[in-house]
Each structure stands twice: as structure tokens, then as C-alpha cells.
């Protein structure tokens, strides 16, 4: 479980990031909402911890424009404690607000209801992994044996095709159909080339096998 802590104090970010490690979770700590924004552009996180009073954006705004491209849930701490405030942060995205101080185990607690709401599960999702290939449609994160693996949005949008039904040979027509859209006119070697990058950014080309005159399918590599 990756969690992002967006904080600029420094020592209450350390204090968060201490206690997240102590309960099991990885964090990744920015003191900056733009440092959150680039980061989340090509990272994925599973939690975001938002504080409001950052130096570069007010927080609430940082919510609002996490949450127009990604679903990642969102808990805010600040010490911003009027009912106004906490009704905004919730209003605008955030799944929940805890006021500062607060305690380690509070937050931790949070946390957990958060994604228990969310039917978020570390052990569930390690269930519905194939052969050490997961990926996790929430927050767009395709994992190899533990290892995150860098795709292109059409790249990973062909591989999710395939990664929902393992072993169906997906017609090339409906591959196109369903990544470039119906109204996809140009060569079918464009979706030959994203196949090939797939394959090597998986590290074996076994894991995408070729049914000559009809499509692809995923592979079983043990």
C-alpha cells in the first residue's frame, strides 16, 4: 500500500511518514502541491494525505484538481477545524478530514475505514494477481512481480483488455475498436507496435501471445 503524504512541515510530515511505516505502509512525501500534481502524473498511489496549508496552492484547490483525473481516495489534515471548512474539503473530493493534532493511530484508523468503504484490500488485491501480473484499475498501476511497470495510456488500455478475460483471444478489430475507437481508419500495424513495446517493457514477449489471422491474447508465463 503506497500513500502519499502532501505536507510542507517538515516535522509533521516526518511524524506521519514514521507512523505510516510503523502500521505497514509505504510513503512518499512532497512539501509542494505542484510537486503532488507532477508526481501523480506518472506514480501511482493507493492514499493521499492532504494537508490545506501548502505554500504554493490551497489545499482545497489541490483536492478539487486530484480529484477531477484520479480516484485515489483523499483523507485532509489540517488544522483548519470550523465546520465550513471540514463540510468544503468533503464537498470538494476528499473521502475524509481530520483535524490537527491528532494521533498516529487516529489517523491510522481512518485510513483503514477509508478503504474499507472502498472495498480496498491489500490481500484482496494480491488475490487477483496472474502469474505476478497485477493491475490495479483505481488509480492505473500496473505491477510486475512486486515492480511497477511504465506504460503509455494506450498501452496500458491494450493490456487491460487482455488482462480482463486471461486466455480470450481478442480480435485485432475489437482491440482497435475499443482503444482507438470506431472511428479508427489507420493501419493495423499501429496496434502491433504497442504490442511489442508491452512485450518488452514486461520482459517476455511469451506474456502476449499472437493467434495468427485473429488477434491477441494474454500468456500464460510461469
Same mark, same amino acid.
Given at each position: 500500500m503506497r500513500i502519499l503524504v502532501v505536507?510542507?512541515?517538515l516535522a509533521i510530515a516526518a511524524g506521519i511518514c514514521e507512523g505510516l511505516a510503523l502500521s505497514n505502509f509505504h510513503?512518499?512525501? !512532497?512539501?509542494l502541491g505542484a510537486e503532488a500534481l507532477a508526481l501523480l502524473t506518472h506514480t501511482s498511489f493507493d492514499f493521499i494525505v492532504l494537508d490545506l496549508g501548502l505554500p504554493d496552492i490551497d489545499g482545497q484547490q489541490l483536492c478539487q484538481e486530484i480529484r477531477k483525473k484520479y480516484s485515489t481516495p483523499i483523507i485532509i489534515v489540517s488544522a483548519r477545524d470550523t465546520e465550513i471548512d471540514r463540510v468544503l474539503g468533503l464537498e470538494l473530493g476528499?473521502?475524509?478530514? +481530520?483535524?490537527?493534532?491528532?494521533?498516529?493511530k487516529e489517523l491510522?484508523?481512518?485510513? %483503514?475505514?477509508? +478503504? %474499507? %468503504?472502498?472495498?480496498i484490500d491489500v490481500a484482496e488485491v494480491k488475490a487477483h494477481t496472474t502469474h505476478g501480473l497485477f493491475i490495479d484499475e483505481r488509480v492505473h498501476r500496473v505491477m510486475l512481480n512486486e515492480l511497477e511497470i511504465s506504460l503509455t495510456n494506450t498501452e496500458y488500455e491494450i493490456l487491460t483488455m487482455l488482462y480482463s478475460d486471461p486466455g480470450k483471444t481478442f480480435k485485432r478489430h475489437d482491440i482497435l475498436?475499443? !482503444?482507438?475507437?470506431?472511428n479508427w481508419f489507420g493501419s493495423t500495424k499501429t496496434l502491433d507496435a504497442h504490442v511489442a513495446s508491452i512485450r518488452k517493457k514486461l520482459g517476455d514477449a511469451n506474456w502476449i501471445e499472437s493467434v495468427r489471422g485473429v488477434g491477441f491474447r494474454l500468456g500464460n508465463v510461469s
Open positions: 505536507e510542507d512541515d510513503s512518499e512525501h !512532497v512539501t476528499a473521502d475524509d478530514y +481530520l483535524v490537527k493534532p491528532f494521533s498516529m491510522v484508523a481512518r485510513i %483503514r475505514a477509508v +478503504l %474499507r %468503504r472502498q472495498n475498436s475499443e !482503444v482507438w475507437g470506431n
